[in-house]
């Protein structure tokens, strides 16, 4: 069953009827969906959903075809990335673009340099270490190249870099790609916290036991459209049967095959 959890608050985002055609081709149709502060929404679906259509409308690559956009109440247009990013609406893409060359300090003010005419060293370095301690983040010194880094605290600067504009929304494709165990729970922990600073999270993946461990709501698109809104406590087989659109796949036949098995045990003692 499909279930919805609206928190209270005004939503800072709110989409209605937003849809984008390339050509004769539809990406997306009539997509509705409202983000609030202190909140972490997950995007998910099967490759070809939408989900990154959609992130390059709300960061302003693509223009959308038709719907609207309001951002804290006022209809807005998304008219490039540097808008987006002017009202608060910061996207970290899944290859983080990072100069592996250059430091932390370095590469969190990229483009935002203090004083950049004269740079003012120390005061990026004690702004980057005052950031980087309110995140909780495990970075050993922020004059270390991010060359040296693990993927995880790369993920963390990348981030960080996010937050130094204040933005009210902060949308982070696909996090924990290609990261470890330990990597991944850094991460995840780090995306909890950055809702607790009364941010706004969409987070785009396709790894449903990370999706379930942060996420407030999860919005499902399939084939372009909007096919579901369920929390954290729906079951791994309703999601699946969401994103796939067919109620008989290989986890229903799997977690069907051992609940017969259970009750022939239960019924053999």
Known sequence: MIQSSQPQTEPILRLRGVSKNFGAVSALTDIELDIHPGEVVALVGDNGAGKSTLVKILAGVFQPSAGTIEYLGNPVSLSGPGKALELGIA????????????DVVANLFLGHELAPWQLD????????????RELAA??????????SLSGG???TVAIARSLLLEPKIIMLDEPTAALGVAQTAEVLNLIE?????????????????????????IVVLRLGRNNGVFTADT???????AITGAS??????RQKSRAEGAATREAGL
């Open 138 to 147: 495990r970075i050993p010194s922020v004059r270390q190249p991010i060359a």
């Open 235 to 241: 079951s791994h087989q309703d999601l699946v049967a």
């Open 153 to 155: 605290q790369r993920q």
């Open 248 to 253: 008989e796949n290989a986890v229903t036949r």
């Open 193 to 217: 916290r950055v809702r607790d600073r009364g941010l706004g999270v969409i987070i785009i993946s396709h790894n449903m036991e990370d999706v379930r461990a942060v996420a407030d709501r």
């Open 121 to 132: 060293e120390v005061g990026m370095e004690l702004r980057a270490w005052s950031l980087l």
């Open 91 to 102: 996207t970290v893409f899944q290859d983080l673009a990072l100069c592996e060359n250059l």
